[in-house]
C-alpha cells in the first residue's frame, strides 16, 4: 500500500491535494507556500490533476473564490502565508461563517518578515476555522488528506487549516510514506455538497443577519466548533486504522511522572524532544506536551497531559504585544484556570522571525523557569535570546 | 422561516444561515426603522408620479385610484417630498 520516498514537503503536499482530487484552487504564490501552488498548477496543466486552478490577483481574491466555488459544491483548496493570510482576513469568517468546506495550507512565517514562526496564524485564531498544526513532512502529507473528509463531514461543515513552519517544513526533503490513489479514494469519496449553489434550486447563502438572529447565528457556529471535535478523531482514527500512523488533538511524548512539562506547536516540537531526551538522561523530570488541534481547543486533552506537573513552560512562537501573554500561553493558562491542582505557567516566545532554535534553547528554558519560581517570576512572559 | 426572528433558536438556524425559501427580502419590512414618513394632500396631488419615479427604494406604491402612497419598504428620505412637482407631500414624523 505504501511506499516510502524522499521529497520536499511542499510538494509531498500538493500531491496529497492531488491524491485528495480537489477540484478547485485559488492561489496566489508567497513565500514560503510558493512550491505547493507552483507544483498544483504544473499538475493541472499536465493534466495530471482534473482541477480549476483560478490565477487570481490577491489572497483577498483567492479567499474570495474559493468560497465561490466551493458554494457550487466543489471540493475547494487554497494555500498561504504570512501577508497573503493577513490580506484574507475578512473574507476568512465570511467562509466559515457560511461553512463552506475549504481546505487551506497555511506556510506559517512572520509578518513583514519573510522567515518562520507563528505569527501570521496567531493574529487569525478566532476566524471560526478548524486548525490543525503538523510537526513535520509526513503529518503534513496525511493531514493535507485528512482536512478534506473532516471540512466536508455533513456533521462539520468547517472550513479547516492545516499550519506547517515555513521552510524548516515546506522547504525540507523528508522521507515520507505516500498512500496510493487506491486507498485514498476508498477513504475519501467524492464530496457530497449540503448546500449548493445551483439554479434547478435556487437558495440565499452569506445573507446578512439583524441583531435578532446574530447571537443565534454565532452560537450555532460555536457550537459546530466543539461538536466538530468528535468528527475529527473520527477521521484521524480511520485514517491510523489505514495507515499506522496514529493523531492526537494533544499529543504527549515522555509524560508520565515528569514534574516539568514544555509545550510547543509545530515542527519545533522535535526538537523540544531531543532536549528533553538529553534531560531525562541527566536526571531531570521533564516531559513534552505538543497540542496538534488549536482550534476547537482541545480543553479535556490538554488538561489530562498536564495533570501532576508542578511547572509547565509554554513555548510560543509568536506574541501578542502589549497583551496578557503569548498567544498559546494565554490559552493554555486561561484553560488551566479552573483547575483545583494545575501546575505554575511561565511562558517563552522562541524562534521568532525564523531564529534558529536549538536543543539547548529548550534546556536553558527549563534552567531559567526552575530559578525565576524559586522568588516568583520577575516578568508576566520573556522571550528567548533578546539581546540587551 | 415560518417564526418570528426574535423566536428562532440556534438550533432551528439552517447550517451557514443559508435561507432555503425565496422571498426573504420580502418578508423583512425595512421600512420599520424610519423616523419620518411622507403624506400626500391629494387635493395638490396630480398624479404626475414623479415622487414613485425618485424614490431610491421603491417605497412608493401606485393605487388603483391613480394616487400614490409610501409601502412598508418607505425609509422616510424625504426625496419624494423634496422633488413634488406642487408640494403636495409632507414629511411627517412617525409616532411611538
Known amino acids: 500500500m505504501a511506499h516510502r520516498v524522499g521529497m520536499e514537503v511542499s510538494i509531498a503536499v500538493s500531491h496529497a491535494v492531488q491524491l485528495a482530487r480537489a477540484e478547485a484552487i485559488a492561489a496566489y504564490p508567497i513565500t514560503p507556500q510558493t512550491h505547493i501552488v507552483e507544483h498544483l498548477s504544473?499538475?493541472?496543466?499536465?493534466?495530471?490533476?482534473?482541477?480549476?486552478?483560478?490565477?487570481?490577483?490577491?489572497?483577498?481574491?483567492?479567499?474570495?473564490?474559493s468560497i465561490g466555488s466551493a458554494a457550487t459544491?466543489?471540493?475547494?483548496?487554497?494555500?498561504?502565508?504570512?501577508?497573503?493570510?493577513?490580506?484574507?482576513?475578512?473574507?476568512?469568517f465570511i467562509a466559515s461563517?457560511?461553512?463552506l468546506p475549504i481546505v487551506m495550507t497555511v506556510a506559517n512565517r512572520a509578518l513583514s518578515a519573510p522567515w518562520n514562526d507563528h505569527g501570521d496564524i496567531m493574529a487569525e485564531k478566532d476566524i471560526g476555522w478548524i486548525q490543525i498544526f503538523v510537526e513535520n513532512g509526513q503529518e503534513s502529507f496525511d493531514h493535507s488528506v485528512m482536512a478534506f473528509k473532516i471540512a466536508e463531514h455533513h456533521k462539520v461543515l468547517l472550513p479547516t487549516i492545516i499550519n506547517l513552519d515555513g521552510f524548516i517544513l515546506t522547504h525540507v526533503v523528508e522521507p515520507l510514506e505516500m498512500v496510493d490513489q487506491e486507498t485514498i479514494d476508498r477513504f475519501l469519496p467524492s464530496i457530497v455538497p449540503y448546500h449548493q449553489l445551483n439554479p434547478q434550486k435556487p437558495v440565499t447563502m452569506g445573507a446578512f443577519a439583524m441583531p435578532e438572529l446574530f447571537t443565534e447565528f454565532k452560537m450555532a457556529h460555536q457550537m459546530a466548533l466543539a461538536n466538530s471535535y468528535d468528527?475529527?478523531?473520527?477521521?484521524?482514527?480511520?485514517?491510523?486504522?489505514?495507515?499506522?500512523?496514529h493523531y492526537q488533538p494533544v499529543e504527549r511524548y515522555r509524560t508520565e511522572g515528569a514534574k516539568i512539562r514544555l509545550l510547543i506547536m509545530g515542527s519545533l516540537g522535535e526538537v523540544a524532544g531531543v532536549a528533553v531526551d538529553e534531560m531525562r538522561d541527566e536526571g531531570l523530570s521533564v516531559g513534552l506536551i505538543k497540542p496538534r488541534l488549536w482550534r476547537p481547543f482541545p480543553f479535556k486533552d490538554l488538561r489530562e497531559a498536564v495533570a501532576g506537573a508542578d511547572l509547565l513552560i509554554v513555548c510560543d512562537r509568536a506574541q501578542s504585544l502589549g497583551?496578557?501573554?503569548?498567544?498559546?500561553?494565554?490559552?493554555?493558562?486561561?484553560?488551566?484556570?479552573?483547575?483545583?491542582?494545575?501546575?505554575q505557567v511561565l511562558g517563552y516566545a522562541v524562534g521568532l522571525g525564523g531564529r534558529d532554535v536549538q536543543p539547548q534553547?529548550?534546556?536553558?528554558?527549563?534552567?531559567?523557569?526552575?530559578?525565576?519560581?524559586?522568588?516568583?517570576?520577575?516578568?508576566?512572559?520573556?522571550?528567548?535570546?533578546?539581546?540587551? | 422561516m415560518s417564526k418570528a426572528w426574535d423566536q428562532v433558536t440556534w438550533q432551528e438556524l439552517e447550517i451557514g444561515g443559508v435561507l432555503t425559501e425565496p422571498g426573504s427580502a420580502r418578508a423583512y419590512r425595512t421600512g420599520d426603522w424610519r423616523s419620518m414618513h411622507p403624506v400626500w394632500d391629494q387635493q395638490r396631488c396630480i398624479k404626475c408620479g414623479v415622487c414613485w419615479t425618485v424614490c431610491p427604494e421603491a417605497g412608493i406604491s401606485e393605487e388603483a385610484d391613480g394616487y400614490f402612497e409610501m409601502n412598508d419598504y418607505c425609509k422616510g428620505c424625504g426625496i419624494c417630498a423634496k422633488e413634488c412637482v406642487t408640494g403636495c407631500i409632507k414629511m411627517v414624523a412617525e409616532e411611538g
Not at chain 1, 487570481?56 to 483567492?62: L, R
Not at chain 1, 459544491?73 to 476568512?92: F, K, P
Open chain 1, 97 to 99: 461563517g457560511m461553512r
Open chain 1, 42 to 65: 504544473s499538475l493541472v496543466a499536465n493534466g495530471e490533476l482534473e482541477a480549476e486552478f483560478v490565477t487570481v490577483e490577491s489572497e483577498h481574491s483567492a479567499m474570495s473564490a
Open chain 1, 323 to 343: 497583551g496578557a501573554a503569548h498567544p498559546v500561553m494565554a490559552e493554555v493558562r486561561s484553560a488551566l484556570y479552573p483547575l483545583a491542582n494545575r501546575p
Open chain 1, 231 to 245: 468528527h475529527i478523531l473520527e477521521v484521524w482514527r480511520e485514517w491510523g486504522e489505514l495507515t499506522g500512523r
Open chain 1, 73 to 92: 459544491g466543489v471540493r475547494t483548496y487554497t494555500a498561504t502565508s504570512s501577508q497573503g493570510l493577513a490580506l484574507m482576513h475578512e473574507i476568512l
Open chain 1, 361 to 388: 534553547a529548550f534546556k536553558d528554558m527549563v534552567a531559567h523557569a526552575l530559578n525565576e519560581i524559586k522568588q516568583g517570576p520577575t516578568e508576566e512572559f520573556y522571550l528567548v535570546g533578546v539581546r540587551g
